[in-house]
């Protein structure tokens, strides 16, 4: 009888390079040998760690973008080349668009603060007899604490959001890539005049907030006969209860939450995944917004 071709005596035709307890139709590769079957400690710990890494990433990723920006703006920002026309033309309309179109919010929520707080103030000083103590009270509680946090909101439901939904429609729509493509830096163009014009509205309306305040209470306790002295004295009570401290570290305050609330936005729209839309980007941005301004109270009430 001829004899058969070789591998032909097997059944299938199995390959006559595999042992003889490989399957049929299966290869065999000799380094799966070498890989454990079952992953020892080492392994186990090393997959735990990183799911712990992977879930501290998600969590924080938004803080240390935050971080990255914050460096990038101020190094970006002293350098001449940067700001070109259209560069200090988006600069100048958002100025226009937080400082003047906020103004007039502003000025009604300093002067509802003024009648709600700075006037119970000083009447609750004057019954108690501490009314040498009104222009500390007011600094620490009006101008120092409460100023910075409503003009934090303020500029955020605003501006803040606006300026979110314009970044985030234009990133979801594709338009930023294609600013890419044409080879403008986004960045420059967007998040560093939007984000310092926001930081100089902060200063602006946060001192206009305060003198608001400040002089509705006065007059709503002089209307009221709480108090008898001048308008200047008032005033001038308030300026000298304020430390050398309080000189730098009150308009130090509505300078950071300007441009961190501004920072925050730009950068919640930059980041946005194409599945965003307005309903999810606005409640993200809203909230990470409020801690942010919080953040900011919390540290500089500590002194940090």
């Excluded at 003889?20 to 186990?44: C, K, L, T, W, Y």
Aim: glycine share 12%; hydrophobic share 45%.
């Amino acid at each position: 009888m001829p004899h058969s071709p070789e591998g032909q005596g097997s059944p299938q035709g199995q390959n006559a390079d595999s042992p003889p307890d490989q399957p049929a139709g299966q290869i065999f590769h000799p380094e799966d040998d070498d890989r454990p079957r079952n992953p020892g400690v080492f392994q186990s710990f090393r997959r735990f760690l990183g799911a712990i890494g992977a879930l501290l990433r998600r969590q924080v990723w938004f803080l240390l973008v935050m971080l990255g920006t914050i460096w990038g703006v101020l190094n970006e920002s002293i350098r001449p080349g940067n700001w070109r026309r259209t560069v200090r033309y988006e600069f100048q309309i958002t100025l226009s668009a937080v400082t003047v179109g906020g103004l007039l919010s502003t000025l009604v929520t300093g002067a509802l603060t003024g009648v709600a707080v700075v006037s119970q103030t000083i009447y609750w000083l004057g019954f108690a007899g501490m009314a040498k103590m009104t222009g500390s009270i007011l600094v620490s509680v009006i101008v120092r604490e409460i100023a910075p946090i409503l003009v934090g909101v303020l500029m955020l439901g605003r501006s803040g959001m606006l300026s979110l939904a314009e970044i985030g429609l234009l990133t979801t729509g594709g338009q930023i890539r294609s600013l890419q493509a044409e080879g403008l830096d986004p960045f420059l163009l967007l998040v560093l005049p939007r984000t310092l014009a926001f930081m100089i509205s902060g200063f602006t309306l946060g001192i206009l907030f305060s003198v608001a305040s400040l002089t509705t209470g006065y007059i709503i306790s002089r209307a009221s006969g709480v108090i008898s002295s001048s308008i200047l004295s008032f005033f001038y009570d308030v300026a000298t209860a304020m430390t050398h401290t309080d000189y730098i570290l009150i308009p130090l305050k509505f300078i950071v939450v300007g441009f961190l609330v501004g920072l925050g936005c730009c950068i919640s729209g930059l980041t946005a995944s194409g599945e965003d839309t307005l309903a999810t980007m606005l409640p993200r941005g809203f909230s990470r917004g409020m801690l942010i301004v919080m953040t900011v109270s919390v540290l500089f009430s500590l002194k940090l």
